[in-house]
C-alpha cells in the first residue's frame, strides 16, 4: 500500500478496489468492502458512515493480511468464514464448496411445490455446508430432512450451520455415500442433490479460486461429469414416495446428456429444465410416477 501517515476507510476502499482490479478479481470493490468491514467488525453499510474516518494499526495490519490473500486468489468467502444462501448466514471454510447464488434457483422451486403439497420428509445428498437443506428446513417448518455428505469435515460445517440458523432439530446430518447409509425402507417426498458435475479434465481450466482452493471432492464428477449423477437416478427410483419429488443441479452444458438419462428410468416424468437467474439450465426436475391401479 502507498506510503501514507493516515488511511481512512474511503482511501483504503478506493486504493484496495483499484488494485484488486489489477488482479484482475471479479467484483473488486465489493470484495475491498466485505474484506475491509470484517477487519473493522463493522457491517458493509456502515463503513460508508465511517468514510472518513482514519483506520487504526491493528485493523490495517489485519486488513493488509486479507487483502494479501485475496490478490493469491483464496475466495472472500473463505476469508471471513461466511457467505449469505437464500438470505441465511453459512460458516464456510475450505471443508465445503462456497453456497452459489444459482443454486438458490432449487431451493425457490421445491418451496413452491412443497407448500402445495405439504411435504413431511425430504433427502439433501452431498449436503456439504448444509446451505440447500438448512434454507428448505428454515422456511417449511413441518417438513424433517437427512442431509448425507461423505465427508465428515463437511458435515461438521453443516452441523454447525443448522445450529446457527435454528434449524438442528428438524435436520439430521448422516455421513456415508448418498444413499448408503440411510435406513432400509427409508422413503422421501423429495430429494435435492447438488452433487459434483465438473469433468475432471475441466478442473484445471477453473478459476484459481476454485481449483486451488475449493474441495476437489465437491467438485470432481468423474471423466464425464456425471459419476455421482449416475448413481442418484437409480437410488432415487428406491427412495421416494410415490409422486415424490427429485432435484438436481446440473452444469448449463449439461443439460442435453442429462435429460438424457432419464429415458432410462421410466419411472420418472421429467420436466422442462429450471433455469437459473443468468437464464442458465441448472436443475432438473422429475417426479416418481404414481402406479395406477
Not at 486488513?63 to 471471513?80: I, N, Q, S, T
Not at 448466514?89 to 422451486?109: G, H, K
Not at 461438521?156 to 448418498?178: H, M, Q
Request: glycine fraction near 6%; include cysteine; hydrophobic fraction near 40%.
Amino acid at each position: 500500500m502507498q506510503p501514507e501517515t493516515e488511511w481512512t476507510v474511503g482511501s483504503l476502499l478506493d486504493w484496495t478496489a483499484q488494485y484488486f482490479v489489477k488482479k484482475g478479481c471479479d467484483s473488486p470493490r465489493l470484495d475491498a468492502e466485505v474484506l475491509l468491514a470484517h477487519a473493522l467488525k463493522l457491517k458493509r453499510i456502515d463503513l460508508y458512515a465511517r468514510y472518513n474516518e482514519a483506520i487504526e494499526e491493528d485493523a490495517k495490519a489485519k486488513f493488509r493480511d486479507l487483502v494479501r490473500r485475496r490478490a493469491e486468489g483464496c475466495p472472500v468467502a473463505y476469508l471471513v468464514a461466511s457467505k449469505e444462501f437464500y438470505s441465511l448466514p453459512f460458516f464456510v471454510n475450505q471443508d465445503v464448496l462456497i453456497p452459489r447464488p444459482d443454486t438458490e434457483c432449487l431451493v425457490d422451486v421445491a418451496l413452491r411445490i412443497a407448500k402445495k403439497e405439504n411435504w413431511r420428509t425430504i433427502l439433501d445428498l452431498g449436503t456439504g455446508s448444509g446451505c440447500i437443506a438448512i434454507a428448505l428446513a428454515k422456511s417449511l417448518p413441518q417438513v424433517k430432512i437427512v442431509a448425507v455428505d461423505i465427508s465428515p469435515k463437511a458435515l461438521a460445517v453443516a452441523s454447525k450451520n443448522a445450529i446457527t440458523n435454528k434449524v438442528a432439530d428438524r435436520v439430521s446430518f448422516v455421513l456415508g455415500d448418498l444413499f448408503a447409509p440411510l435406513e432400509k425402507g427409508q422413503v422421501f417426498d423429495a430429494i435435492v442433490s447438488n452433487p459434483p458435475y465438473i469433468p475432471d479434465s475441466d478442473i484445471k481450466d477453473l478459476d484459481k479460486d476454485v481449483k486451488d482452493y475449493e474441495p476437489r471432492l465437491a467438485l470432481s464428477g468423474g471423466a464425464d461429469g456425471f459419476s455421482i449423477f449416475d448413481q442418484i437416478l437409480p437410488g432415487a427410483g428406491l427412495r421416494l414416495n410415490p409422486g415424490g419429488h427429485l432435484f438436481i443441479e446440473i452444469g448449463a452444458p449439461q443439460e442435453e446428456p442429462s435429460r438424457a438419462r432419464f429415458q432410462a428410468y421410466p419411472q420418472f416424468q421429467l420436466y422442462p429444465t429450471i433455469l437459473d437467474g443468468g437464464r442458465n439450465p441448472r436443475v432438473l426436475h422429475a417426479t416418481k410416477i404414481v402406479p395406477t391401479p
